[in-house]
């Protein structure tokens, strides 16, 4: 690419090449990584449906509220595909179990706490939220591009490539939001 | 490789072909390659481009699917 990563102006996604797996290893079977993506989903679930509750504008409040409801059907459509996967082999325990994971805290991308991000947010401006935000949503694409590469079998890819591409179209809905007059 | 695959014609993208490129094909068909050090990449890449440091490319040429276009930078 002419004038590599400095001629880029797009977004770009952080952190290390096992997209965030580094945080939480070792997801290398794609159980695993089913079960760590699925948790990315509940925190970001979490995040959005908070920034929902504490934001005072109806079309703001929509926003994020939206946000949190798919990210609720990305978590539904993962466990589907784990069932699918390993049928009656299922882990009750699922997903924490597969990834031994401290039980009580949610994580974000990139290894970030949720409760830590929902602190930070407080204080925050509804600008420096939606930029956080865009930050998840370009590291979650960046993940299930990475996911439907290494994974195994026809309908789990579909799966990951369909995550991908509506979490697309969240980063669309976040980056028109960041240019709208609030 | 043969002494001729040194002499190759190679195209350079621009950034926005690059990216019409990236939103038009399902990243099942191509390899997206940051050549660039472990520490570059954790700062920001590409989304979805794999990491194989240009002084490892030789060595790791397998991990790309050679029927495939593959986009460097």
């Known amino acids: 690419m002419e004038g590599g990563i400095h001629a880029w102006n797009g977004l770009r996604a952080a952190g290390p090449p096992e997209a965030g797996m ?6 290398q079977k794609p159980e695993e990584m089913i079960a760590l993506a699925w948790i990315l989903e509940e925190g970001a679930f979490k995040f959005y449906r908070e920034m929902g509750k504490r934001q005072k504008g109806p079309d703001e409040a929509s926003l994020f509220r939206e946000l949190s409801d798919d990210e609720e059907k990305h978590k539904i459509s993962l466990f589907k595909i784990y069932q699918r996967r390993t049928g009656e082999d299922a882990d009750p325990g699922f997903p924490r179990s597969l990834l031994s994971l401290e039980s009580g805290t949610d994580y974000l991308e990139g290894g970030v706490v949720l409760n830590k991000a ?7 401006e509804l600008k420096d939220i939606l930029d956080f935000s865009v930050s998840l949503e370009v590291n979650a694409i960046d993940l299930y591009i990475k996911m439907e590469r290494k994974v195994e079998g026809g309908e789990a890819k579909e799966v990951f490539q369909a995550l991908s591409n509506q979490e697309r179209n969240h980063l669309k809905r976040l980056t028109a939001a960041l240019q709208k007059d609030w | 490789m043969g002494i001729m695959d040194y002499f190759k014609p190679v195209d350079t993208w621009s950034p ?3 990216r019409q490129f990236l939103n038009e094909e399902s990243a099942q068909d191509y390899n997206l390659v940051d050549v660039r050090t472990p520490k570059e990449y954790e700062q920001g890449h590409l989304p979805g481009a794999q990491l194989i440091p240009v002084g490892e490319l030789e060595s790791r040429l397998k991990e790309l699917d050679r029927t495939k276009p593959t986009i460097t930078y």
């Open chain 1, 22 to 27: 580094a945080y939480f290893e070792p997801a």
């Open chain 2, 16 to 18: 926005d072909k690059v």
């Open chain 1, 118 to 124: 929902l602190e930070w947010a407080q204080g925050q």
